[in-house]
């Protein structure tokens, strides 16, 4: 799986970061902002990479962003302004190529996630959670996952979907996803304090893995890759 994050970066596809607090997300994302701009300025989709800061952690608080974020554009949505907010005057404002926004922590700002998306942006963000499972668990997160809606199987398929041996031991009521994933890819960062130290955990198929989640079974395609991997040249 080597360059394996940054190649997705490279292609132009969106990704969320996950992971305990010091597990690197900050950083990682300071990378990505950093090889994305690259990528767009001389690879396709061209156009402009803009870093949405409303923390002010990734390119500080200063008139001048950090020179890690360089060749990335920041917008300081400092003054109290809400993610959303910012991540849609920029949407409006800017038309960016890239978008990388701040961790995602309500229904508002992953409803704006998800307006990004629709609008062929490539984006790039934290969210509030650990793992893939635990994003899928938080409604508020729903935009960005193709969103759920409740249906009632019938007793055969309820019964083959929960593998039960005889029929009335299973529910027919099921959540399913009724839209795509934001995202293209879902990256688990370990801390090192981890088994697999200095290693991430990357879901590709996002779509499948968030329908195994609700479906209660392990998700496919999934790749190890290192801390090194978002350095691509």
Known sequence: ASHRVADLIA?????????????????????????CGVCRETRAPTGECWVVDASMELGGDGAEAHPSLHPAERYPAGGGK????AMVEVLCNVTPAAMVVDELRDSDAAKAAAAVGNHGVQLIATAHAETLAELVNNKAMAPVLGDFEECTLSDREAMRRSGAQRWGNFSKVRNQRIGEATFDAVVELRPPSCSREDSWRVILDVNGAIDAIVEKQPPTKVAWTTLSSLVPF
């Open 11 to 35: 292609a132009g596809k969106s990704i969320v970061l996950l992971g305990a607090p010091g597990a690197g997300k900050s950083t990682a994302r300071r990378e990505a902002a950093s090889v």
């Open 82 to 85: 809400s993610l959303h907010t």
